[in-house]
C-alpha cells in the first residue's frame, strides 16, 4: 500500500506562468515596433537616450535596494520597462554634441525609480506612474532641453538635425491652417502622424508601431479595452465639439488629436499601468474619461501644447478613491445597521 | 524639564517641521531662499515666544470653554505687532512675505504650544518652551531654504554661487515638497540610527 500519495497544499492551486517580470517582459517587448521605428526616425540618438535611461533606471533600482537592504529585484522587468517608458517619453534631441545634457535622463531616471517607486514602498505600492513623474521632473527642472524637437531626419548619423515645433505646438500656437501647409495636405498629414514622420517624444510618434504593441497586449489580455477606448473617445468627443478654432461648437478635428502627442502611447500603455490604475472595470472606463477629460482641457485651455502626462498622473491621484467608491458587493454581506 | 531641555525639545526632539509636522504650509510656501525663510523664521520665533509668554500669565483668568478664541487673540495681537514693525523696516521683503506674515496667526504649531505648553505651565518656563518651538521652526526653514535656493537658483541669501540653475524645480511648490520629504527623512534616520529613536510619527496635517 501506497502511502503519501495525498498532496495536501493550500491555494494557489493552478499555476500560470504569467508572473510579474513576465508581463513586465511582455510589455516591454511590445512597445519594440514603436522603438524601431524611433530610431529609424530619429537615428541612434534615439538609442542612446532610451539606453542611457534604461540602465540608469536598472542600476537606481540595485542601489537603492542595496541601500535599504531590500531583495534586489532588477531582473523582474520592471525597471527595465520604467526606464524604457521613460527613454520613449524624452526628446531624442537631449543626445547631442553638447554634453551637458546627458543628467537629464540619468537624473529622469533616479527620480522614477528612487523617489516615485522605492520611496513609496517598491512595486505595487507606487501612486504615480514613476516613468511620468521621471518627465514631470524633468519638464519642471530643464523646461528648455526637453522641449527641443528633432525632425525626422532620413540622414541617420546627422548630429546637427533641424528641430522644430511638435503638430500640437504648431497647432496651438498657429491653428490647423498652418499645420496642413507645414503637411502638404490633409491627407499627407493623417498620413505622416499615423507612420510617425513628425518631430516628438522619441517613441511617440509612430502610431502604427504603438498600435500594433497595444493590439499585442489586448490579444495577450495584459491590458483590456475600458481605459484606452474611453480614454480616447473622450478625447475624441472632446475634440470634436470644443476643437474647432472660432468656428463655433462641433467643427473640430478629432482624428488630429487622436494622432498627434503622445496620447496613444499614454492610453495604452502608461495609463493602464496595473498598479496605478483602478482594478474595477467601471472604474476604469470613469479612469479614462477623466484622463480624456483633462488631456483636452490641457491641450486646449493650458499652458503647454500636450496634456497626456499630467491628465494620467492627475487621476492616479484618484484611483484610490475610484476603487473604493466602486468596490463590488461581497456576495451574502448583510449591510451592518448604524443606529 | 530644565530651562535646557525645554529649549532643546524644540529644537531636536520636536521639531515642529522635521518631527512633529505640523506648520509645513509655510515650510513649504516661503522657503524659496534662505532670506525669506529666515525672515518668516525671526518672525514665527518672536510671535511664539511673546504669544506663549502672554498666555501663560493670563492662563488663570482665561475659561476653559473660550480658551481657543482667547489664544487666537494674543496670537493675532503678536502678529499684528510683527506685521507693522515688518511692513515699516524691512519693506522689501514685506512686499514679497505680507501675505504670509498674516497667516502666521493660523499656524498650527504656535495654537498648539499655546493648548498644550503654556496653558498649563509657568511663565518661565512657556518662555523657553516658546523660545525652543521658535527656534527649532527658524532652523528648519533656514535649511530647508539653502537646499532649495542652492539647487533651484544656484544662489545663497541671494549671492550667486553656481552661474547656473542646477534643478528649477527646487523653487517651485513641487520642489518644497521634495525637500521637507526628504529631509524629515533624513533627520528620522539620523533619530534611528544614533539616537534609538522610533522616527516621528507626525501630528498629521495642520497648516
Known amino acids: 500500500m501506497k502511502e503519501n500519495t495525498v498532496i495536501v497544499s493550500v491555494s494557489p492551486h493552478i499555476r500560470s506562468e504569467e508572473t510579474v517580470s513576465h508581463i513586465m517582459w511582455t510589455v516591454s517587448l511590445s512597445l519594440l515596433p514603436a522603438f524601431v521605428m524611433a530610431i529609424y526616425f530619429f537615428g541612434p540618438r534615439a538609442l542612446f537616450v532610451t539606453a542611457l535611461c534604461i540602465i540608469s533606471s536598472i542600476l537606481s533600482e540595485y542601489f537603492v535596494q542595496k541601500a535599504m537592504k531590500k531583495k534586489i529585484t532588477i531582473s523582474d522587468g520592471s525597471a527595465f520597462l520604467t526606464g524604457l517608458l521613460l527613454g520613449l517619453n524624452l526628446p531624442a534631441s537631449l543626445w547631442s554634441l553638447n554634453p551637458f545634457t546627458l543628467h537629464v535622463p540619468i537624473i529622469g531616471s533616479f527620480v522614477a525609480i528612487v523617489i516615485t517607486k522605492q520611496l513609496f514602498g517598491g512595486l505595487g505600492y507606487n501612486i504615480f506612474n514613476p516613468a511620468l513623474i521621471g518627465r514631470v521632473f524633468l519638464m519642471a527642472s530643464w523646461p528648455r532641453a526637453m522641449t527641443i524637437w528633432n525632425e525626422p531626419t532620413a540622414a541617420f548619423l546627422a548630429f546637427d538635425a533641424k528641430t522644430t515645433a511638435t503638430p500640437l505646438g504648431i497647432l496651438k500656437e498657429e491653428g490647423t491652417g498652418r499645420l496642413i501647409e507645414v503637411f502638404g495636405d490633409r491627407v499627407n498629414l493623417y498620413t505622416q502622424l499615423l507612420i510617425g514622420h513628425r518631430s516628438g517624444s522619441i517613441g511617440e510618434t509612430s502610431i502604427i508601431a504603438l498600435l500594433i504593441g497595444a493590439s499585442f497586449l489586448l490579444y495577450k489580455r495584459y491590458i483590456t479595452w475600458h481605459i484606452p477606448a474611453s480614454f480616447l473617445g473622450t478625447v475624441a468627443v472632446l475634440a470634436w465639439i470644443f476643437g474647432g478654432k472660432g468656428t463655433g461648437l462641433f467643427t473640430g478635428d478629432p482624428l488630429l488629436h487622436l494622432l498627434s502627442g503622445g496620447l496613444i502611447l499614454g492610453a495604452f500603455f502608461m495609463a493602464t499601468d496595473y498598479v496605478t490604475c483602478p482594478s474595477v472595470k467601471t472604474g476604469q472606463i470613469l479612469f479614462g474619461i477623466g484622463c480624456g477629460a483633462l488631456t483636452m482641457l490641457i491641450r486646449l485651455k493650458g499652458g503647454y501644447p500636450e496634456g497626456v502626462m499630467f491628465a494620467i498622473l492627475l487621476m492616479n491621484c484618484f484611483t484610490p478613491l475610484i476603487d473604493r467608491s466602486m468596490r463590488s458587493k461581497v456576495f451574502g454581506a448583510v449591510k451592518v445597521k448604524t443606529k | ?207
Open chain 2, 1 to 207: 524639564m530644565s530651562y535646557w531641555q525645554l529649549l532643546k525639545n524644540g529644537i531636536f526632539g520636536e521639531n515642529p517641521v522635521f518631527r512633529l509636522a505640523l506648520s509645513l504650509c509655510p515650510a513649504v510656501a516661503v522657503t524659496n531662499s534662505v532670506k525669506n525663510g529666515f525672515l518668516m523664521g525671526i518672525a514665527v520665533l518672536f510671535v511664539q515666544t511673546m504669544a506663549n509668554v502672554t498666555t501663560s500669565l493670563l492662563r488663570k483668568f482665561i475659561h476653559p470653554k473660550v480658551r481657543i478664541p482667547s489664544y487666537m487673540f494674543i496670537i493675532a495681537t503678536w502678529v499684528t505687532v510683527t506685521d507693522l514693525v515688518m511692513a515699516a523696516y524691512v519693506r522689501d521683503v514685506y512686499a514679497q512675505m505680507g501675505l504670509y506674515i498674516k497667516l502666521i496667526v493660523a499656524f498650527a504649531i504656535i495654537l498648539s504650544r499655546s493648548e498644550l505648553f503654556a496653558s498649563k505651565n509657568k511663565v518661565v518656563p512657556s518662555f523657553f518652551d516658546g523660545l525652543g518651538m521658535g527656534t527649532g521652526f527658524l532652523l528648519a526653514l533656514v535649511i530647508i531654504g539653502f537646499f532649495r535656493e542652492l539647487l533651484g537658483r544656484g544662489s545663497l541669501w541671494g549671492i550667486p554661487i553656481v552661474p547656473t540653475k542646477p534643478l528649477l524645480i527646487m523653487i517651485l511648490p513641487a520642489g518644497g515638497f521634495f525637500a521637507v520629504g526628504i529631509l524629515m527623512g533624513f533627520f528620522n534616520w539620523i533619530d534611528m540610527k544614533f539616537f534609538g529613536g522610533k522616527g516621528a510619527s507626525g501630528a498629521g496635517g495642520g497648516h
